[in-house]
C-alpha cells in the first residue's frame, strides 16, 4: 500500500517524464536553475521539510491574494483570508491529489474561506465587492424617503 508521499512523488516523476512539469531531482536543478514541481515541493512538506512549504507560500501567494483583494476589497481582510487559506492548505496537504493542479486547489480553498468569512459577516461575495465601507446599496436605500424630501 502507497502513503500519500509516495503518491505525490510518483504523480509528479510522471508528469516530469511527460513534460507537464520541469524535470527535477526533488531539489531544484542548479545548472538550469529550475525548481522543483509544485508536486514534489507537496511531497517534501508531507515528509516534514517546512522550507518546501515557505516555496509554495511565495510561489501562489501573490495570485492568491490578488484575487482576495478584489473579492473583498478591503488590503487587511484579504491579508487576514490569506493566511487563513494558507494555514488551511497546510492542513489540507495530505488530502492533496497529485492529479490537480496546485494552484488551482490552493484557489479553491481560498474561494471556500472568502465564502466562510462573509457567511459570519452575513453578506455574499458581490454584495460585499459591490459596497465598500459595510454601505449596501439596496433599492429601498437609494430612493429617497418622505424626511429627506421635506
Do not use: C
Amino acid at each position: 500500500m502507497t502513503t500519500g508521499v509516495e503518491k505525490t512523488v510518483a504523480v509528479a516523476k510522471d508528469h516530469q517524464t511527460r513534460g507537464k512539469a520541469p524535470v527535477d531531482n526533488g531539489d531544484g536543478d542548479s545548472m538550469t536553475g529550475a525548481e522543483p514541481s509544485d508536486q514534489i515541493l507537496v511531497a517534501r512538506v508531507l515528509a516534514g521539510d517546512d522550507a518546501a512549504f515557505v516555496l509554495l507560500y511565495r510561489r501562489h501567494a501573490a495570485p492568491v491574494a490578488a484575487r482576495l483583494r478584489g473579492i473583498l476589497g478591503r488590503p487587511a481582510d484579504a491579508e487576514d483570508m490569506l493566511q487563513t487559506t494558507f494555514l488551511e492548505v497546510h492542513r489540507s496537504l495530505a488530502r492533496y491529489q497529485p492529479e490537480r493542479e496546485f494552484g488551482g486547489w490552493v484557489h479553491g480553498i481560498a474561494m471556500n474561506v472568502v465564502r466562510r468569512f462573509l457567511r459570519a459577516r452575513g453578506r455574499r461575495w458581490w454584495q460585499w465587492s459591490a459596497a465598500p465601507h459595510d454601505l449596501e446599496i439596496t433599492a429601498e436605500s437609494a430612493e429617497p424617503s418622505a424626511e429627506t424630501l421635506s
